[in-house]
């Protein structure tokens, strides 16, 4: 499964670690990669935007709605979430994506 994100910001994607599971996804309201997961798990969400739901994730900035929705569907579909940046890169981008946003 590819990276999804907003269609008028482009990361730039490097080879590198993967963002774990105890990383977070939401920067905003600091809520971990595993923390998403195991809400999906144990919730059952009929929808992505019932992620919001777990911890205020994805009402802040909006940066990590698109890997929410990519981790809501690799759930749904019994796969694992793959998420290809860095933890830096990550947060790098975010930062990038906050900037243009405010533009």
Same mark, same amino acid.
């Given at each position: 499964?590819?990276?999804?994100? *907003?269609?008028?910001?482009? *990361? ?7 963002? &774990? ?11 971990? @990669? #595993? @923390?998403v997961i195991n809400?999906? #798990? /144990?919730?059952? *969400?009929r929808v992505a935007?019932?992620?919001?739901e777990c911890g ?8 990590? /709605? *698109? ?20 933890? &830096? &890169?990550? &947060? ?5 994506? #906050? ?5």
């Open positions: 499964m590819g990276l999804i994100v *907003p269609a008028f910001f482009k *990361p730039q994607v490097r080879a590198g670690r993967k963002v &774990e599971l105890d990383d977070k996804l939401c920067y905003c309201f600091h809520v971990s @990669k #595993r @923390k809400h999906i #798990r /144990v919730h059952k *969400p935007s019932q992620l919001s205020g994730a994805g009402t802040g900035c909006g940066w990590c /709605v *698109p890997f929410l929705k990519q981790c809501f569907v690799a759930a749904t579909n019994d796969k694992d979430v793959e998420i290809l940046l860095t933890a &830096e &890169e990550y &947060e790098g981008q975010r930062a990038d994506y #906050r900037l243009a946003k405010n533009q």
